[in-house]
């Protein structure tokens, strides 16, 4: 069956790093759009950052934007987030999204907590 499974996850000091993995299963991922998304408490859930499969443009929210990376390795079926000059603002549960057409996959997502 179709499994996300987001790893990396934890409490981190600002301005510290951490680097998400997401491990995909169950579908040919190298046709899946991948994103990651957050949700803070209370909060909507938002797009942090997505890797179009053609041409391979990375796209990220503001807020991210020259600390986030996002990455995806194929051959192993799996997506990275990685995240730099960490903030408090950016706790929040990340979720790895696959999409293609009118599939969409969710993972269970990873808690990330930054503070001191």
């Known amino acids: 069956q179709v499994q996300l499974v987001e790893s990396g996850g934890g409490l981190v000091q600002p301005g510290g790093s951490l680097n998400l993995s997401c491990a995909a299963s169950?579908?040919?991922?190298?046709?899946?759009?991948m994103r990651w998304y957050r949700q803070a408490p209370g909060k909507e859930r938002e797009l942090v950052a997505d890797?179009?499969?053609?041409?391979?443009?990375?796209n990220y929210a503001g807020s991210v934007r020259g600390r986030f990376t996002i990455s995806r390795d194929n051959a192993k079926n799996m997506l990275y987030l990685q995240m730099n000059s960490l903030k408090p603002e950016d706790t929040a549960v990340y979720y790895c999204?696959?999409?293609?057409?009118?599939?969409?996959?969710w993972g269970q997502g990873t808690q990330v907590t930054v503070s001191s």
């Open positions: 999204n696959a999409i293609y057409g009118s599939w969409v996959y």
């Open positions: 169950g579908f040919t991922f190298s046709r899946f759009t």
């Open positions: 890797m179009l499969l053609v041409g391979g443009r990375r």
